[in-house]
């Protein structure tokens, strides 16, 4: 809401004070000091506080902001407007039965919802309440981060987070560099360097730091993480060194600072300013598609209501219009009631028959329905096989709304790096001229596989093959840009090569240098350091060489391959070339080519990541052309990046081949398995990282999401610049749409076998490109539905190089196509937080990257491959207990109310209740609710084991499947038949006067004794019974707590029908049902008619499902038949969701 304020307050200034006065800039006093008397006014701008809120409610808006959401529910407001007409007219019921129930929802919805947001503000605090140091007065003092305020000079240290957005002014490292991670943030756990600002970087201590005296200039806060544009104004002797600022100065909240001993820095955006609480979405109300569906089942049973009520009112005057009919006299209206305008007494009928049917409105499902996600939501708490012994983590439940929405999946976005890898590079093997090298180390404790059916050093051929595969150890220990940190202290994660007593690890921009590097070092060539611009390696004979770096040719995407020029100590000059197999070979002159791509081939669809070694020795003449030719472009001020890509093109040539890497970035544990389970069930998967394109195509290839017979489409930037944006969609669309016929895939049907699996890539600058509105009236409008059709027909999609509220847009993108599927999206780092929070269910991991997903998610799990469970099971069993929930209740009422409607017929439309009043407030919250929310809470249809095994069967559910308005209209249908042979098998047991007393057939005076009341509860009676008999046949899993609450809530509605007519209760001013249960029971045909009544209420439910089963039925069902016949004896029920171990169970 902020945010919103800000905005108004710019645009008022803007238009108010005249556009050359409104600046859209931000001034910064550095350390609070007022700049110069004489250079610049002095303004103190105000900025918000470091404080972080994700919580939704404060103390004081709790009730009201709570009270709008709940009444926003309709039958929460129904229920509100019935409570408040019983109130003000005379209606045939007491306010009570109506306003018990509301309130008891109301509060236990309250409750409930203000637990879940203080667990959101305790996160805040423990975020908002950690000690920061701040230089002040020259000392480093404590402060807690919400405490922080622009300007203020921070001091961090080495591991520690930055509290929020800051300019670096000086480090630890003499050349004012600083590493950095931004994991967190855009999920690379790559280091990348920062820069302090040239005139204060000398500043090392917090006195000197103290004395600078300067203003900063910059940009008001905007979410781009990478973009940032400023000024800093030095003031030497009063006089102002202007300094230009980029984001290479700026160090982001979130990020983490590594191998620098400390840094200081000022702040420049605190709290929600910063880039990574701008990158957040704001926290919606997430409603699910059960929740839609009943509130729109809600709308009907309103207008069957109105229209009952309706007709009642109506066929009331027609009844009446015969003059010797008038209003009965029990109703005991008065002479001027009966005098008002007949449209005001047909008003308050209406009214009053409204108040007399809105039970068939169920407001205590909404009760049931949020103590059955509440208590549920413990299952997956509790859920042993979802805890990580190694973090020592379980599953977390932060919104119990939408567990049922787990069963209703169909897109899951993933995070790449540490949501599906563990962002751990590993080398596995070389290959030189043909020969296989592996290391002979062990690897996470076990002996590297395979290892012994290939070649080991030390039987490699030949003296010219070992000079061939020394030349090759070396170019690997030399093109690269790896750092050595050599200290006792290993950075978090172990890291290190121990050798001796010193440990030394090795830290780079991109992980897999990293890899190789500590391979050669396995295989016996150590890169020391670099120093003084010469490279230095330990050799198998423990000598150190020494190799003069001469030129670094960068990599980049577009080349995919980067190079050294080296000069060794006897003065030859090399040029080792590495780089991805397509962007080597060709180039390569001689060399064994054929061996070496058969290794690379075959390592690739092991889904090993590849890259090829090539080297080219110097003359002297050629080194000095290319020194001519880099110099050329490095100087050039227009196209540099132009000219230098045409150097590296001239230089990279007449390569001869030495041999290729295989490194593995480790995917998470069962990883590959759980993405293979979620396309059988008929989910697709899309990955959305901010990771380069090659390393996330790699990954995805090792995860199965990519098959070796998928066909990959790109819409890269690479494409769009050779051909325009619309040509490309075009193209990839004609491709798709000619493989499929002209005729999309049905959206959910996951992988069929006898079509081209597509997958496709973008990336984020293309995917901008799509999404941006046509700027004039084109046909760009088209982009997004041509970009919608073509990843409705691709198995996969791979987004890469993904700003974080990019990856918003894509899943809202998907959210809001014609078929609105349901979309999940998960991720570990606070780059994932858009996507998680925009997405129907968010999931955040608890990883090595902080625990902004895990706070800003609706559930966390402790590793990718525990997602499996939660949705082929939990969210599986959810739905299904849920949707029968709905149903039942449904179902439940019309049973309930139905009868009071035909009751009307044959009773002059008087509004006479058929039930007694304790019978009409206890029916939905003690008679029938405990066996219905005990069977929603563990009812299991399939033993878990099944629905692991087989994830086929999630699609029985797909698409919201039992909540389909057919289904909903058998269970109105069969409520109203149950209610009809209830009613009229009373009506008509009573019209034949075949009720016995003591043996002896009634007479006409003691009919009497029989009325209106023993009526309506020989109706009750047969209707407690046949609903809790209907949901004992719909429980395929029985245990003994099945059978306590269902036998247990007849004998209790027994006893308290006993007591509740056997008892004179002083409280009541009348009794109208003393003694009638008793008069009732005590003869012998009201017993056969319940009897009957039950049984021929629940006949044709039995043989509907008899027949339905033999003829047609699900998968579900098949399973169900097999298990019933005794095959799946083994497995015997006995998982149960951890509730229930133990408790002895017997088969339905």
């Keep these: 809401m902020g945010m919103d304020f800000s905005t108004l307050r710019t645009l008022i200034s803007r238009y108010c004070v005249g556009e050359e006065n409104w600046v859209d800039s931000r001034t910064i006093y550095i350390g609070h000091k007022e700049p110069p008397p004489g250079t610049e006014a002095f303004i103190q701008q105000r900025f918000p506080d470091n404080r972080i809120v994700s919580s939704k409610y404060t103390f004081w808006n709790f009730i009201p902001k709570n009270m709008f959401e709940q009444f926003r529910r309709v039958a929460n407001f129904y229920f509100l407007i019935i409570f408040l007409v019983q109130l003000i007219i005379d209606t045939p019921t007491s306010p009570i039965t109506s306003g018990l129930p509301l309130f008891f929802v109301i509060t236990v919805t309250a409750i409930k919802q203000g637990y879940e947001d203080w667990l959101r503000h305790k996160a805040d605090n423990a975020v908002n309440q950690c000690p920061v140091h701040v230089v002040q007065h020259g000392k480093v003092v404590r402060k807690q981060s919400r405490k922080l305020r622009v300007g203020d000079v921070v001091f961090v240290k080495e591991n520690e987070t930055f509290p929020c957005d800051l300019i670096l002014l000086s480090s630890s490292r003499d050349d004012g560099t600083c590493y950095v991670t931004t994991a967190s943030l855009d999920g690379e756990s790559s280091h990348k360097t920062y820069y302090a600002v040239q005139d204060t970087k000398a500043y090392n201590t917090e006195e000197e730091v103290d004395s600078i005296h300067a203003t900063i200039e910059c940009e008001q806060p905007q979410p781009d993480l990478y973009k940032f544009v400023g000024r800093i104004n030095i003031y030497m002797d009063n006089e102002p060194v202007a300094r230009p600022l980029g984001s290479e100065n700026l160090l982001l909240r979130g990020a983490t600072l590594k191998n620098t001993e400390h840094i200081y820095a000022v702040a420049i955006y605190t709290g929600m300013e910063t880039k990574m609480a701008l990158n957040y979405q704001s926290k919606s109300q997430k409603r699910s598609a059960v929740e839609k569906s009943m509130n729109a089942y809600l709308v009907v049973y309103l207008c069957i209501l109105i229209s009952k009520a309706l007709i009642n009112t109506a066929l009331k005057y027609v009844w009446q219009a015969d003059p010797n009919r008038d209003e009965p006299w029990y109703n005991e209206r008065t002479e001027t009631e009966r005098q008002r305008h007949i449209l005001i007494r047909a008003f308050t009928d209406f009214l009053a028959f409204m108040v007399l049917f809105n039970y068939i409105i169920p407001v205590s499902m909404y009760v049931t329905v949020e103590m059955q996600k509440f208590l549920g939501s413990y299952f997956i708490m509790w859920d042993d096989e979802m805890f990580d012994e190694e973090l020592g983590e379980r599953a977390v439940v932060n919104t119990s709304d939408l567990n049922e929405e787990l069963g209703q999946v169909e897109y899951v976005f993933t995070d790449k790096t540490g949501t599906l890898t563990e962002n751990n590079m590993e080398f596995i093997e070389c290959c030189v001229d043909g020969h296989v090298y592996v290391p002979h180390a062990i690897c996470n404790g076990q002996v590297m596989p395979g290892a012994a059916s290939m070649d080991m050093i030390d039987t490699s051929p030949g003296p010219e093959a070992r000079e061939h595969e020394e030349l090759f150890f070396r170019a690997l220990c030399l093109c690269h840009t790896v750092q050595v940190k050599e200290e006792e202290t290993v950075d978090g994660i172990k890291h290190g090569i121990h050798q001796g007593k010193s440990t030394s690890f090795y830290i780079s921009s991109s992980p897999d240098e990293v890899a190789l590097v500590e391979g050669m070092k396995r295989l016996g060539f150590t890169y020391l350091r670099l120093k003084d611009s010469h490279m230095e390696i330990l050799n198998r004979e423990d000598e150190i060489e020494r190799f003069e770096l001469l030129e670094v040719l960068t990599f980049d995407s577009v080349r995919r391959r980067m190079s050294v020029i080296v000069r060794a100590s006897t003065g030859e000059l090399y040029l080792f070339c590495k780089g991805a197999d397509s962007s080597i070979f060709p180039r390569v002159i001689s060399g064994k080519v054929d061996q070496v791509r058969a290794r690379v081939e075959h390592n690739a669809v092991e889904g090993l990541r590849t890259l090829c070694v090539a080297y080219r020795p110097l003359s002297p003449e050629q080194y000095q052309e290319v020194c001519h030719l880099l110099s050329g472009a490095k100087l050039a001020l227009q196209d540099r990046d132009k000219r230098l890509a045409e150097a590296y093109d001239l230089i990279e040539k007449d390569l001869i081949l030495l041999g290729a890497t295989a490194v593995e970035d480790r995917l998470q544990e069962k990883a590959a398995d759980t993405i293979e389970s979620l396309h059988k069930a008929g989910m697709k998967v899309w990955v959305l990282t901010g990771d380069k394109m090659e390393t996330a195509a790699a990954t995805c290839y090792a995860s199965k999401l990519f098959r070796r017979n998928t066909q990959i489409l790109e819409l890269t930037t690479k494409r769009t610049e050779e051909q325009s944006l619309h040509d490309v969609l075009f193209d990839l669309s004609r491709t798709v749409l000619r493989q499929h016929g002209g005729m999309t895939r049905d959206t959910f ?400």
């Design 749 to 1148: 049907s996951g992988l069929s076998a006898d079509c081209t699996d597509f997958g496709l890539i973008i990336d984020g600058a293309t995917l901008s490109a799509v999404l941006r509105p046509g700027q004039e009236d084109s046909n760009s409008g088209n982009y997004k539905e041509i970009f919608l059709e073509i990843c409705r027909n691709c198995s996969a999609v791979l987004c890469c190089r993904m700003a974080p509220l990019q990856k918003a847009q894509i899943v809202k993108l998907i959210k809001a196509s014609k078929e609105h599927p349901i979309t999940l999206a998960i991720g570990d780092g606070a780059n994932d937080v858009s996507m998680i929070l925009e997405a129907h269910v968010g999931i955040g991991i608890m990883g090595k990257e902080g625990r902004q997903a895990v706070r800003n998610s609706d559930y966390a799990i402790p590793k990718f491959k525990h997602l499996k469970k939660m949705l082929l099971v939990h969210g599986h069993y959810y739905y299904i207990r849920i949707s029968e929930l709905v149903q039942y209740f449904f179902y439940k009422n019309v049973c309930f109310i139905f009868p009071q409607f035909l009751y009307q017929f044959f009773c002059g439309f008087s509004q006479q209740p058929l039930y007694d009043t304790a019978y009409l407030t206890l029916y939905n919250i003690s008679f029938t609710s405990l066996p219905i929310l005990l069977y929603s809470l563990i009812e299991q249809h399939i033993n878990m084991d099944i629905l692991k095994k087989d994830p086929s069967l999630y699609r029985d559910i797909a698409k919201n499947s039992l909540l389909r308005w057919p289904i909903f209209i058998y269970w109105t249908i069969l409520g109203v038949y149950d209610a009809v042979v209830m009613f009229f098998g009373a009506y008509f047991l009573f019209d034949n006067t075949t009720f016995t007393s003591k043996g002896q057939l009634m007479t006409t005076n003691t009919q009497m004794m029989f009325g209106n009341w023993t009526f309506g509860t020989l109706v009750f009676t047969v209707l407690v019974f046949t609903v809790t008999f209907k949901l004992a046949l719909d429980t395929h899993y029985w245990t003994w707590i099945n059978h306590f609450v269902i036998w247990g809530s007849l004998i209790f509605f027994v006893v308290f029908s006993l007591l509740w007519g056997g008892i004179i209760w002083p409280f009541l001013n009348y009794q109208r049902m003393y003694y009638v249960f008793m008069q009732m029971l005590s003869s012998g045909p009201a017993w056969l008619s319940i009897i009957l009544l039950i049984t021929a209420s629940l006949l044709p439910d039995v043989v509907k499902k008899v027949i339905w089963r033999a003829l047609w039925p699900t998968t579900t069902e098949r399973i169900q038949c097999v298990r019933d016949k005794g095959f799946e004896r083994a497995l015997s029920y006995q998982s149960s969701d951890s509730l229930l171990d133990g408790v002895a169970v017997t088969e339905a």
